[in-house]
């Protein structure tokens, strides 16, 4: 009985991994953060996976009250950030000036309670 069960799990495992969707030749050459964002691309709204990273991604900084955001410029998703040294670094540039301003940043994505958050490990200034 038991032996006939791990077979039936076998089976389905099997299965279930022939007809998983499978990443073209083009995609698998890709980094992570560019497939994702190019699949979402007029997608706002949904969910970047845990442990995505997103490297070099144009957006904009906002406050929302304590706390800021980013926002991409490409495919419109917005981020909760996470504190850390870097998002301190951007925060004073920030407090100095409240103009609208174009960043470059990479980094690491989380998810918690259905929301994305993103850990910066790299924010540059664009400059004209």
Known sequence: MLNRRIWQLGIAAATALAFAPKATAEEAGQPV????????EG????????????????????????????????????FRLLENLS??????????????QTWIVSGLVTEY????????????LKTL
Request: overall charge positive; hydrophobic content about 30%; charged content about 30%.
């Open 33 to 40: 953060s560019t497939k994702r964002l190019a699949r979402q």
């Open 43 to 78: 997608a706002a709204g949904q969910r970047q996976r845990e442990g995505s990273k997103l490297e070099s991604v144009e957006g904009h900084f906002e406050f929302s009250g304590d706390r800021i955001s980013f926002q991409t410029i490409a495919s419109q998703e917005s």
């Open 87 to 100: 998002l301190e670094r951007v925060s004073k540039v920030l407090g100095e000036d409240r103009e609208p």
């Open 113 to 124: 309670r259905g929301s994305n958050y993103l850990l910066i490990s790299k924010a540059i």
